[in-house]
């Protein structure tokens, strides 16, 4: 992925000792916004809520070969609001942004924070343990669903999805058997 570095940023990142945090957004039926500071960080307009429940990032691998990019993230669990936010909502191809910030000693972003990982969410799954209990978030670049078959089926049930009591489609197997394509 090619990308801009501020030149504040890029002096910072030149220094022998940096420090650093990772700004996260997560567009669910509410947006999320995190950040594992030790403190509240404000950017874009935006405030990423300092969060013990971001337990983890996952590594992002790019590479100059054509494939799916994925980043996984874990949340706690504990904390009910992700659990309701991914039980109760339509979470499938949200976007998840990632970003990296450096800050300086008073905690200000020096420059302008990295785009780490630009993604849509894939899935997630929720492991109840005895003494915790995780939600792993699996983001995919946008090419996640280019093969994807999208539209409807020419079948009752997919009519009935969208029309219900129509039988318009309830014949529709039968109509293409007749079908002679390219033949005399």
Known sequence: MSRSINASTLAEIEKDAVKMSHLLELHLSTSVYLTDAGFDISYGGNTYTASSHLLEIGTVNESSDVRVGTLSVTLSGVEQTFTAAFLGSAYINKQAILYRAF???????????????????????????????????????????????????????????????????DFAANSVKDLKWGRK
């Not at 946008?142 to 219900?164: A, I």
């Open 103 to 169: 800050l300086d000693a008073s905690g200000a972003i020096i420059g302008t924070p990295i785009l780490v990982y630009d993604g849509r969410i894939d899935g997630y799954d929720l492991n109840e343990g005895k003494n915790d209990s995780r939600i792993t978030v699996d983001i995919a670049s946008h090419w996640s669903d280019f093969e994807k078959k999208s539209g409807r089926y020419t079948n009752p049930n997919s009519q009935s999805l969208f029309f219900t009591g129509d039988k318009g489609f």
